[in-house]
């Protein structure tokens, strides 16, 4: 396919697949989509979206400080190792159209994304869980540079709406920091 691959190892005694050392799990997309629309049915869109966010924040800092730790990243080199990553996990395709680093603002365009791709056509937003991440992963950049600014995040435009052909999100700092 042309892509780099991503170095999978997997434990002989324990069946765990890990990546850089991290531990992973491999599911069918189904599976992680089907799980999102039972809990925005149970918990409501609001609250699930809520909820992702701080899981997915939490989860982009940790991962981040991992693969600094083990590629030895600096700076922004961080958050650009992080949206890689996700493009070669199949997430989607990652686009950093714009980061400033010492600010925490940020432009990032995703095509292809899996939520897109399992709810075209639906009259909302489907990308939710994204808006954590990159707040997440430039919050661990930010930290390192000695900017301890709390950052959020909004899709500004989904392309599961039918009318954009990718996703666009903003990181900022939060109005109250």
């Not at 089907?34 to 800092?61: C, F, I, P």
């Not at 395709?93 to 950093?96: A, N, S």
């Not at 930290?143 to 900017?147: F, T």
């Given at each position: 396919m042309g892509r780099p691959q991503v170095p999978i190892e997997v434990d002989d005694a324990s069946g765990v697949w890990s990546v850089d050392g991290m531990p992973m799990i491999?599911?069918?997309r189904h599976?992680?989509?089907?799980?999102?629309?039972?809990?925005?049915?149970?918990?409501?869109?609001?609250?699930?979206?809520?909820?992702?966010?701080?899981?997915?924040?939490?989860?982009?800092?940790?991962?981040?400080?991992q693969e600094a730790r083990t590629h030895g990243l600096k700076d922004v080199e961080v958050f650009h190792h992080y949206l890689k990553r996700l493009s070669q996990r199949g997430w989607g395709?990652?686009?950093?159209e714009s980061v400033e680093p010492a600010t925490g603002r940020?432009?990032?365009?995703?095509?292809?994304?899996?939520?897109?791709?399992?709810?075209?056509?639906?009259?909302?937003?489907?990308?939710?869980?994204?808006?954590g991440w990159f707040a997440g992963a430039l919050e661990f950049v930010g930290?390192?540079?000695?900017?301890r600014v709390a950052l959020a995040c909004e899709e500004r435009q989904c392309a599961a709406e039918g009318r954009q052909d990718r996703c666009v999100f903003e990181t900022t700092p939060k109005p109250d920091h």
């Open positions: 491999l599911v069918p599976f992680l989509v089907d799980n999102q629309l039972a809990m925005e049915t149970v918990l409501g869109a609001a609250k699930y979206a809520e909820l992702v966010y701080e899981a997915g924040h939490r989860s982009a800092y940790t991962w981040c400080e395709q990652f686009t950093v940020a432009r990032v365009y995703v095509a292809n994304s899996v939520f897109v791709l399992a709810h075209a056509g639906a009259p909302r937003r489907a990308c939710t869980m994204f808006r930290a390192r540079l000695g900017n």
